[in-house]
């Protein structure tokens, strides 16, 4: 299995972003699947790595190709790859994100993107209750290096039904719940690229823990599944 990757990867992004369009594409068709190929091979063998202190039911490439039905911009192409790494539910929540684009755009995330209503309110509830141990875990130093702090969206005072003088009203407020970790282009095509990416996915390890135990279990921590 293919542990780096190719460096060929971003030159050929790079031509692409500049002759987007269906024509050169299907002129240079050869390369990219060999590019592709590859690229997927990687993801796939990341996530064997991933399987080692995790579980992971699915590796997820997405294609190049662009959806334009809604959008302003009709460039038929993708000039990134992309991958999701989804975690075995429903019992185990989060996942895994690995972004690849030339020009020191790639980077990795991880978290909640889109958590639905039930999940949403439920994780606030637990944060209104008691926030000492997520604080402990985002505020860990080795977990603040490699992550930072919360990235994403989220309302401007107060969702309804929290006071916005709650002192964990910062928590409470978010909408999503994602950390960020940019990368160069020395850094994803290093032949360590595979084992540093897995090292950062570890370190997110226990906030996926409690936030698996927050969102299995209800506000008295019982368990919401039937042993």
Do not use: C
């Not at 030339?102 to 978290?111: D, K, M, R, V």
């Not at 080795?142 to 910062?170: N, Y």
């Amino acid at each position: 299995m293919n542990e780096t990757i190719p460096r060929e990867t971003f030159s050929f992004l790079n031509r692409l972003s500049e002759n987007n369009n269906r024509e050169w594409f299907t002129e240079n068709k050869k390369e990219f699947k060999e590019i592709e190929r590859e690229v997927k091979q990687f993801y796939n063998q990341l996530g064997e790595y991933l399987n080692k202190h995790d579980q992971i039911d699915k590796v997820k490439v997405f294609r190049i190709y662009r959806d334009v039905r809604f959008s302003k911009d009709k460039t038929p192409y993708k000039t990134h790859f992309g991958g999701s790494f989804n975690r075995v539910k429903p019992r185990l929540r989060g996942g895994y994100y690995l972004h690849i684009q030339p020009n020191n755009e790639s980077f990795i995330a991880t978290g909640f993107w889109d958590p639905n209503r039930e999940d949403l309110l439920r994780i606030r509830k637990e944060f209104e209750m008691d926030d000492t141990e997520i604080r402990k875990i985002i505020n860990k130093k080795s977990f603040k290096d490699t992550w930072g702090g919360f990235v994403g969206d989220e309302v401007k005072t107060a969702p309804k039904g929290f006071s916005k003088e709650h002192a964990a009203i910062d928590l409470i407020k978010k909408k999503q719940f994602i950390f960020t970790k940019k990368l160069t282009d020395k850094e994803v095509t290093s032949s360590d690229f595979m084992t540093k990416a897995d090292d950062y996915f570890k370190e997110i390890r226990p906030f996926f823990d409690y936030m698996s135990e927050v969102l299995t279990t209800d506000l008295n921590g019982v368990s919401l599944f039937d042993d």
